[in-house]
């Protein structure tokens, strides 16, 4: 006789065999061989995906004496010494170089980790490189830069179909390509003396990638990117910085800087000719009645998303601009005086921005951007003391937008542990918006758990003081980097995030970092409240690893039943 069937115990067994079937099959895909199961997923809905280098610790990446940064002898920026480098290839200490070389970094392998929510692995995807087997000069292929900190974010297409992040077309352990020229923006006075295109990676659930370059982001980085594929569009929007050379800036780094659309392209990089960069949004302190600063450096952008149509950028390094979240304005009536919020029913830019060529110099690209009403509005000049340092941005609802803050970075001294515990905007801060005064407040500042200013052990890694800085090796949260989030059934929202850190290391982007996650009352803005949620680590970086971006897989349901995302 036949058992009765129970369609819930079968519903559980079945879910039971779909996680350990991927969990297996994430295991056999972890080596990267065309996977072996043609149309079988390596994404799967509902997980996570942190994206991770690995730099090649290899002493022979740099040799004692070399004369730094590449070719410099041949730019009008010249050479950092004469002396050469003086650390050799070998990590951490290859790191120490950057004391030397301000434009120091090597280019390291890109790898997306798929967790689960909780931290579980569930197998990794190499971005294809130049060490890979098979791969030639002319293969596609993206590489990132250890130890460039603010690079490859991780973003979900508009359809929630793909996840895209920006890298270097470069061969792997190349020396600075970070601060290099793009082909066609080239910097003389840049010290850098070599060229390199940037370009935008993008990967489906299959783990089937495209790349399509770039000469934005000459002299700096590319950070994040988004595709936009709803309704008919087809463009990134990408976020990044340019410029590594002297002032003024030829009109190519002025116009590859801050916020760009770029069309997608489906060809081999070989054959892709990328032109000038196309600009599609710009900020001036000029807006806010300020004093011009150095033409295209208001535009140094880091966090990047889309909410309701509206494209949302964060700002939280240099000295130029101002440390704060940005809306583009495309109705061009949002603030008249560079604060504001977004019209209702507004459209994403579909184009670049409409600019003057002859007066690029002198007037720069006009703004069509706006600090978000509440939030941060005073130029940096303009302060004593910088305090906002954003970066991640993500909505959970209309209302809500938590951001996260990176902290300042401080190394200045031995009390560096006890500056970064100190600092009070450092962590995930949520904002809420009243309606009533169209305005945004900071109803708190999520820390606990986070350790700011906490040494830890990394397995491997170096105890004791760094010769070259004289402090310690130790590195301890400072703050968070890129995060992303999901609204719960239950009323509360989960943010994971990604952490930055402060150390005696030379560059401390080189620090294994962290992946955290905090669960925080949705509706609640009581500080009381707020202060028994914590964070809890799900993930640290081992030794010669760093952690950058964090995203929902393709595919998932991030809670918001958002349309457009």
Known sequence: MFKSFDLGVFVRRLAILVVVGAFCFGLMASA?????????????????????????NNPNNVVIGTILPPNCAATTGGCSASTGAPYNGSY????????????????????????????????????????????????????????????????????????????????????????????GAVDPTNPVGENFNR??????????????ETNAYSGNN???????????????????????????QPNGIILGAGAQIIEPL???????????????????????????????????????TIFKNVLY??????????NTVYFVDTTGTACPKG????????????????????????????????????????????????????????????????VADEGDGYTGGTDLYTHAAAQTNAGLEKWVFNSSTSTWSLAYTLQTGLGLGTPYTVRGY??????????PWAPATDGLRNITGRVNPDGTVTIWAITSTVSGNGDTGADPNRLVAITDVLNNQSQSIAAREQFFTLRTAQFGEVLRGVTLTPGSDDGRNLEPR
């Open 32 to 56: 990267n061989d065309d996977f072996g199961f043609p149309g079988f997923p390596f994404f799967f809905p509902g997980n996570l995906v942190v994206s991770r280098s690995v730099y090649d």
């Open 222 to 248: 590319g950070r994040a990117a988004i595709l936009n594929n709803l309704s008919g569009a087809n463009a990134f929007f990408t976020a990044g910085n340019a410029g590594n050379g002297s002032n003024p």
């Open 92 to 183: 951490p200490t290859v790191f120490n170089n950057d004391i030397y070389d301000g434009s120091f970094g090597i280019t390291s392998k890109i790898y997306l980790d798929q967790l689960t929510p909780f931290g579980l692995s569930l197998g990794t995807l190499e971005v294809p490189n130049s060490l890979d087997r098979g791969i030639t000069s002319t293969s596609d292929q993206l590489v990132t830069s250890f130890s460039s900190k603010s690079e490859i974010a991780l973003n979900l297409s508009t359809d929630g179909r793909y996840i895209t992040f920006v890298g270097y077309v470069a061969p792997v352990n190349a020396i600075d390509v970070s601060n290099s020229n793009t082909p």
């Open 462 to 471: 170096p105890t004791g003081d760094n010769a070259a800085t004289g402090l």
């Open 266 to 304: 489906d060809v081999p990089e070989a054959s892709q000719n990328p032109g000038t960069p196309t600009p599609v949004a710009s900020f001036s302190v000029t807006e806010l009645g300020a004093k011009a600063d150095k033409i295209g450096k208001d535009d140094n952008f880091r966090g990047l």
């Open 339 to 402: 604060v504001g919020v977004p019209a209702t029913s507004v459209t994403l830019p579909s184009a670049g921005l409409t600019y003057d060529q002859a007066n690029l110099q002198t007037d720069g690209l006009p703004s069509n951007m706006c600090i978000l009403a509440g939030f941060p509005s005073t130029p940096n000049k303009s302060l004593t003391t910088i305090t906002n340092y954003p970066f991640g941005i993500w909505f959970a609802d209309a209302n809500t937008v938590y």
């Open 313 to 322: 950028y964060s700002k939280g390094s240099g000295s130029n601009g101002a």
């Open 199 to 212: 370009a935008v990676g993008q990967v489906d659930a299959f783990g089937r990638f495209h790349f399509t």
